[in-house]
């Protein structure tokens, strides 16, 4: 149970990084904003946001059950 806790909040906590586009350098990052709409961020930083706190309320878990 503890192993698949940590994977999925692993896992959960890398898509957010990834739709945040967390792990881009600043350049990269400037032309993405310049070349999505309004609606396209709002969209990524809404799933960003879903799955980090999936991936935070695993990573609790697993802390539970470790200690418990």
Partial sequence: MLNILL??????IAVSGIF???WTNGQ???ANFHS????HR???????LY???VG???????GLVWYL
């Avoid at 999505?36 to 609606?39: A, I, V």
């Avoid at 709002?42 to 960003?48: G, L, S, V, Y």
């Avoid at 935070?56 to 697993?62: D, E, I, R, T, Y």
């Fill in 20 to 22: 945040l586009g967390a």
């Fill in 56 to 62: 935070v309320l695993s990573f609790g878990a697993a």
């Fill in 7 to 12: 994977i999925i909040g692993a896992v959960s």
């Fill in 28 to 30: 990269q990052q400037r």
């Fill in 51 to 53: 799955s980090g706190l």
């Fill in 42 to 48: 709002n969209f990524r930083t809404k799933i960003a």
């Fill in 36 to 39: 999505e709409t309004s609606d």
